[in-house]
């Protein structure tokens, strides 16, 4: 389990409930600055990874977006600064954000991924790549296709793939044995436990911008209560400051 922290303190947090591992989330961290998910430039997205790596102990992996590139030299270029930050291991994902082809031609995708490995290679820091497909959460839920493309980023150097939004074991135990023997991770879905996802051979389990939804979802329905109705029952739900401050040494 690698759950996704957006800042520093949820960082902290999570460090010290015992995940031995974390990852960054785009979507978390946007929403915390303002900026919808994938509105955030590097220089920015730089700087956010690099404050959750200082503030734990624990390796993290930087949701590394599609590099804030499109060419494969930039991606590389990109890469070996995100190096730069700390991390233990970065994604790239095949993602173009453009809903008439929302995924990235299959050569160029993979010579993406060949390029951040190679950008790693040359560091010579050890940084995990993780290769993602993005064809179902981005309007292409084609399983072959994914595989396919998992395979290519496997074959490029990608050390761990992933294709977030899979909703059915058996298309996860699909992809688990096409890639095997390198790992898979899944993203986390309520549908799911982790012993039925390490039963399917998943290897790591990452929950994305899900808790910072969480938190979100709990602070909008505090807000709404108050303007719209004159209460404060939400408040009452809230854990303690003095429980927060102990959290952080206070």
């Not at 453009?98 to 950008?119: G, I, K, M, S, T």
């Not at 980023?153 to 996860?172: F, N, R, T, V």
Request: aromatic share 6%.
């Amino acid at each position: 389990m690698i759950p996704n922290p957006w800042d520093a303190g949820t960082a902290r947090v999570l460090a010290s409930l015992g995940f031995p591992a974390l990852a960054t989330t785009s979507s978390g961290s946007a929403w915390s600055a303002g900026r919808a998910d994938h509105d955030v430039a590097l220089e920015q997205a730089l700087t956010r990874i690099k404050i959750v790596a200082d503030s734990v102990p624990v390796p993290v992996n930087a949701d590394f977006e599609g590099g804030f590139a499109t060419g494969p030299e930039d991606v590389a270029a990109n890469v070996t600064r995100a190096i730069e930050t700390g991390v233990a291991g970065l994604s790239i994902e095949d993602s173009t954000e453009d809903p008439a082809n929302p995924l990235y031609d299959f050569d160029l995708a993979v010579e993406r991924v060949r390029a951040a490995r190679q950008a790693i290679d040359r560091s010579d820091v050890r940084v995990l790549l993780t290769g993602r497909s993005e064809g179902f959460i981005a309007g292409r839920p084609d399983l072959k296709e994914t595989i396919r493309r998992l395979q290519a980023y496997a074959a490029a150097g990608a050390e761990c793939l992933y294709a977030p939004g899979l909703a059915k074991l058996e298309d996860i135990r699909s992809i688990v044995n096409a890639v095997a023997p390198k790992p898979v991770n899944v993203l986390a879905r309520p549908t799911f436990s982790v012993k039925e996802l390490a039963d399917a051979g998943v290897r790591r389990i990452s929950v994305g911008g899900s808790f910072a939804r969480v938190a979100w979802t709990a602070f909008l329905d505090a807000a709404r209560e108050a303007q719209n109705k004159g209460t404060f029952t939400a408040v009452g739900r809230a854990m303690p400051g003095s429980e927060l401050n102990a959290l952080f040494g206070g």
